[in-house]
């Protein structure tokens, strides 16, 4: 079972910033935050994780809260290759466990 | 291009059937996973391979099974099809070398299985 919780939908403008909150309450303390997107029925493709402190890379930044109980993926400048459905994962083991996912889509 | 190739991409067999499926990991990655995606389950994680050993087991029926090779490529052995078993099966490596340590996985392209 899934150890978070997604907005199943949500909806950016092409060039503005695309938010991506996930709720994981019952995370432990030796869990990570891993979050991957899946562009139509491509294999899934690897963006960010972290542990508790805010992480970025060329692709995203990654916000945690100080408690861990949720976390806010961003995309600073969505464009419309950027339409995909995004997963939010914890786990402590690399195993991933994808639940539903977030279904984002720029608009132009 | 992830690095991760799977054979075949598309398979259309019958039901009562039994199939293989084929994935060679990144050059380098020891850890193997495979997941199945149908329209209603989502993306469920079967099974995971390290270095020739498995893992980790999830929603894995007894009528699939898997194994990991020397020279690390995987095969997903699928029997006794049913119409349900009709998805898309990804393989994933990364390069995990224990278990604290915690590395991104890359995901294939995936095989389409049609059950018919």
């Known amino acids: 079972d899934a150890k978070t919780t997604q907005p199943p939908s949500m909806d950016c403008a092409e060039g503005r910033a695309a938010n991506l909150p996930c709720n994981h309450s019952t995370i432990s303390g030796n869990e990570y935050v891993y979050w991957y997107r899946q562009i139509h029925s491509q294999g899934p493709q690897y963006i960010i994780h972290g542990l508790k402190n805010n992480e970025t890379n060329e692709m995203a930044s990654l916000i945690i809260t100080e408690d861990r109980k949720s976390s806010t993926l961003i995309l600073p400048h969505a464009t419309l290759r950027d339409t995909a459905v995004y997963y939010c994962?914890?786990?402590?083991?690399?195993?991933?466990?994808f639940g539903a996912g977030t279904r984002l889509t720029v608009k132009p | 291009d992830s690095g991760v190739t799977q054979t075949p991409k598309h398979l259309i067999t019958a039901t009562g059937q039994r199939v293989t499926l084929r994935c060679s990991p990144r050059s380098g990655d020891l850890s193997v996973y495979w997941y199945q995606q149908s329209l209603d389950q989502g993306l469920q994680f079967l099974i995971q391979y390290y270095n020739g050993e498995e893992r980790a087991k999830g929603n894995i029926l007894e009528r699939f099974s898997a194994q990991q090779f020397p020279d690390l490529h995987s095969e997903l052995n699928l029997s006794s099809l049913e119409l349900g078993d009709s998805a898309l099966y990804f393989c994933?490596?990364?390069?995990?070398?224990?278990?604290?340590?915690?590395?991104?996985?890359?995901f294939g392209p995936g095989t389409r299985l049609t059950v018919t």
């Open positions: 994962i914890v786990t402590n083991n690399n195993d991933m466990r």
């Open positions: 994933a490596s990364s390069c995990r070398l224990s278990s604290g340590d915690h590395y991104e996985q890359y």
